[in-house]
């Protein structure tokens, strides 16, 4: 294990009540990362508590421990461990708690990460956060079958179930140390990837009809109004995943999810393929990410939102 992140493993060994922070707007990285160090540490007498501002996406309520993230508090905790989260702004209002702390660190593969711990440890060539964790793990020799299964469900979420170009042998490698565990991979990946309830499908159907082409086809708009969410039962964390099939139009090299998430506030999903960098776009607006996948929050009049999007877009391509 590289010094930094034994570091982390020394911090975590010596302390007894531990806050794991997932980023606002939880994605099944950072859950299945909070959970598999909540379940592995907790299997050691420890009190390891799973934080986040925001509640776990109904799709990922299948992974063990779950139910059992709360909402930051005023308790102060001997140690805070922010997994997947490029910096304090991701955490939310749960930054305040997680500060807070007496000992702090942070694990993370974003590429825009900014160091906010007092020990901080970065791969942005790792396909997901989950990657990094079983390392931090596995040399605890903390891995048991429950803690594989869910960092399996972490590295298929983020990797796209090995799709995109940040998956590596080491990726593949892992996973499969993963499987020999005794995990039921074929069902993770059905309930992360492919698991649709009906309302989502008719949300998918519904903004797929409305996607929007641009410059020759070369970027793709699909966008969620309130009125969608509303007329198909759904909500904005429902919408994970629907970007892909944009991007895998043929021709299409940049594509963004536009959600309505309140008045003139929009939650923007930025998937690349070989001519631009998402990160670089999304960085723009103040966000950030991975250089095919990343995301921001803008504020304005949707028209202009969509306009800044195309322009910053049209800038790279």
Not at 7 to 30: E, F
Not at 116 to 125: L, P
Not at 127 to 148: P, S
Not at 273 to 295: E, L, N, Q, R
């Amino acid at each position: 294990m590289k010094e930094r992140l034994q570091k982390i493993a020394d911090m975590l060994k010596a302390a007894s009540d531990i806050a794991v922070y997932c980023h606002s707007n939880p994605d099944g990285d950072t859950i299945a990362c909070a959970l598999s160090v909540c379940r592995a540490l907790g299997a050691q007498g420890k009190t390891v508590t799973p934080v986040c501002e925001d509640a776990v996406p109904e799709k990922y309520l299948f992974m063990e421990g779950a139910d059992k993230f709360i909402r930051p508090d005023k308790r102060v905790h001997e140690m805070a461990l922010a997994v997947d989260c490029s910096g304090p702004d991701r955490l939310g209002g749960a930054s305040k708690s997680f500060l807070s702390a007496k000992k702090r660190a942070s694990v993370d593969h974003h590429l825009s990460h900014v160091n906010f711990a007092q020990t901080d440890y970065t791969e942005a060539d790792s396909a997901a956060c989950a990657e990094i964790i079983y390392l931090l793990l596995d040399g605890m020799g903390a891995v048991d079958k429950g803690t594989a299964a869910l960092l399996f469900a972490g590295i298929v979420a983020d990797s796209g179930c090995f799709q995109y170009p940040s998956t590596t042998s080491r990726t593949h490698e892992i996973a499969a140390k993963l499987i020999e565990k005794g995990i039921d991979a074929a069902d993770i990946v059905y309930r992360v990837h492919r698991r649709l309830t009906p309302e989502v499908f008719t949300l998918k159907m519904r903004v797929l009809s409305k996607c929007r082409l641009f410059d020759e086809g070369k970027i793709a708009v699909v966008t969620f109004t309130k009125e969608d969410f509303e007329a198909t039962g759904t909500r904005p964390s429902d919408t994970e995943g629907i970007i892909a099939s944009a991007i895998d139009i043929d021709g299409v090299e940049v594509a963004f999810a536009i959600s309505e998430v309140g008045d003139k506030n929009f939650k923007v999903s930025v998937r690349t393929k070989d001519h631009a960098d998402a990160s670089d776009i999304a960085a723009v607006f103040g966000g950030g990410g991975h250089s095919k996948a990343a995301g921001c929050r803008m504020n304005g009049f949707y028209e202009d939102v969509k306009d800044k999007l195309l322009k910053a877009a049209r800038d790279r391509l």
